[in-house]
């Protein structure tokens, strides 16, 4: 079972993904900024129009791609207290072993002070 729900080319493909969303919105304000410094009225309402639509996709797109994240990211701390859990349910003696000996250096590092 991996440890992580999520591969290497999923990162790759969701920053690629990210970095040409802003873009595409950052072009938007740009012709937006464009159109009103030519202050042509017609010209500035549909550099407006097209700007909002824009923003109202990659919004949509970055608010789906967050909840994925989420998600992968939820499942991927259930599935890893999934498998601590049946380590210890499997292991209960070393699992005490473990906790006595995080719990001794800890109370040493605090005896410290």
């Known amino acids: 079972m991996a440890m992580f729900p999520t591969g290497q080319h999923d990162n790759t493909t969701s920053t690629a993904q990210l970095k040409e969303d802003l873009q595409h919105l950052s072009r938007a304000v740009e012709e937006l900024v464009n159109a009103t410094a030519e202050d042509s009225r017609s010209n500035v309402k549909e550099m407006r129009d097209r700007a909002q639509q824009r923003l109202k996709e990659t919004r949509g797109r970055l608010e789906a791609r967050g909840e994925k994240l989420y998600h992968d990211a939820h499942d991927g701390v259930l599935d890893s207290v999934d498998l601590c859990d049946r380590y ?14 995080v719990g001794v250096v800890i109370g040493l590092l605090l005896g410290r002070r």
């Open 88 to 101: 210890v349910h499997e292991n209960p003696w070393a699992s005490i072993g473990v906790g006595t000996a």
